[in-house]
């Protein structure tokens, strides 16, 4: 189920106890589907993370520097369910319009997220629901 989420590029996200082998079934997804693994660790983001590196431009106006590799990627959102809002907010302009702030993902990018649920007493914010695959 999660190959074929991930082949439509609908976001899904994976929940599941700690130790359940939610991000190695990520990364097994990943490989075969000849795309390249790509995991963020949300609990560790701040939200201006996710726009890029700041820059100076000609006009000595700041500018985000996103990455520009169009790659076939699987963008695993790890521990999102335990991010704070405000970067939960942003990623999820990210898994559901495909972008943030100026950066858009490539076509060949697929994201996903993995998580432990609010039972196993783990550090859970609130979180909206979007294709889930419980464990």
Known sequence: MLALLVEARQPCIVW??????????????AADASREYVEVRALLLDPVDL???PW??????????PSDD????????????????MVQAALYQLVL?????????PDGASVIACGNRKSDRGII???STFNMLPM
């Open 16 to 29: 599941g106890p700690p130790g359940a082998a939610k991000s190695q079934i990520a990364q097994q997804v």
């Open 51 to 53: 726009r890029g590196i």
């Open 125 to 127: 914010g609130l979180i």
């Open 97 to 105: 319009d495909r972008k943030v702030g100026e950066y858009e993902l």
């Open 70 to 85: 169009p790659g076939r990627w699987l963008i695993n959102l790890e521990e999102l369910p335990s991010a704070v809002p």
């Open 56 to 65: 100076r431009d000609g006009a000595d106006r700041t500018r985000w520097a």
